[in-house]
């Protein structure tokens, strides 16, 4: 009995090896930087070319709303799960198509004035975010097609990875060489790197089309709906999406005014951000997908959802100890790593909650409400954080985390099979 245990637990070591090392890994952390490097190219980018150019304030304010299609885009997801560019598959057809648009689109952002064509830089910023947001839709419906159910913790870590050093090369890159060249210049080459996720797309194999794909239009926009909602935890899994990350988000949108206000410099806080959080929450995604591969996604849950209400409450410490760079870059890093593996986990919970005929539309209706708790719930915070204070605020933000996991108990797999289920799908 304990030789075949040993066989079976050194095949399930191999087997998890396998997996880490994967061409599919490589391609999931391939897609999450071309995903991750169109996001700054219209927000912080866009805003200090803008300022640098002269714009008010007022019309900088309002380059938001090109933003507005990483939020819609389920309204036109379904098109991607009914249709087919029968050269490249259903999946890489549509990701060529959206990143070749998108490298033209970010190249032209570049070559409009932003004082003289205000509308027109406008209107290519929205086509920018536009193409942008059809390219996650076609990535993440990819990559839960791709990878195997087992995968889909550690593929999603890679993933969030690769998007948040996309970011990193967009926003931090960007300013950089903007002080070397122009910006007409940095958009031109943020758009030849582009051409790594295009590489990326003609390399990468077509997933396997899933039985039952929709045959027409209505199917595509009706049934995915249909199909979700049929489900007896529907309602759960939407309200488990909205309240998992709710505290979480809550501090650390006021996090910055907290470090400011108890002492600390804008110099300290950039450092100890820069040297101890980024690589803490890259970490944190690495780690986290390991153990997703060997826990799987419903413990994980539970597991990064307690250490990320923990590091919540870090702050509240924080708060009470005051000055301390120690304690500053010890909050840092415990909240970014432990947000890293909880980041990894519920992005591949909803992977696993999509039915494999609808990837695209119902990926991209569960992403569009990760979003809501970021804008409704963040929006208050100042108001409760000068009402009860830092040390009440904190610990506020970590008891929010309770709803979150107490929805989690009705997806045990030994409680209603809901997993399995999805899995199955």
Known sequence: MDSKQSEGSERSMHEMVRSIFSVRMVVAFAMGFACGLPLLLTISLLQAWMSDAGVDLGTIGLFALVGLPYTLKFLWAPIFDRFTLKLFGRRRGWLLLAQLLLMVAIATLGMVNPVEQPWLLAFVALLVTFFSASQDIVVDAYRREDLRDEEL???????VNGYRIGMLLAGSGGLILADH???????LIMAATMLIAVVTTLLAREPVEAEGTPKTLREAVIDPFVDYFQRPEALWILAFILFYKVGDTMASAMTMPFYLEIGFSKTEVGAVAKLFGFWATIIGG???????????????????????????????????MGNSLSGLAAVIAFENFSGGM???????????????????????????????????????TGYLAEGVGWFSFFIVCTLIAIPGLWILRRFSPERNGLMVEARAL
């Not at 913790?153 to 993933?159: C, E, F």
């Not at 990894?344 to 992977?351: G, L, T």
């Not at 999509?354 to 804008?375: C, D, E, H, W």
């Open 153 to 159: 913790g550690l593929g999603s870590s890679l993933y």
């Open 181 to 187: 060249v122009s910006f007409q210049t940095v958009y």
């Open 286 to 320: 690495l780690v986290g997908g390991v153990m997703i591969l060997r826990l799987g996604i419903f413990r994980s849950l539970w597991l990064f959802g307690f250490l990320q209400a923990i590091s919540t409450a870090g702050f509240s410490v924080l708060a009470l």
């Open 342 to 380: 909880g980041t990894a986990a519920y992005v591949a919970f909803m992977a696993s909650m999509t039915n494999k005929r609808f990837t695209a539309t119902q990926y991209a209706l569960l992403s569009s409400l990760m979003g809501i708790p970021r804008v409704i719930a963040s929006a208050p």
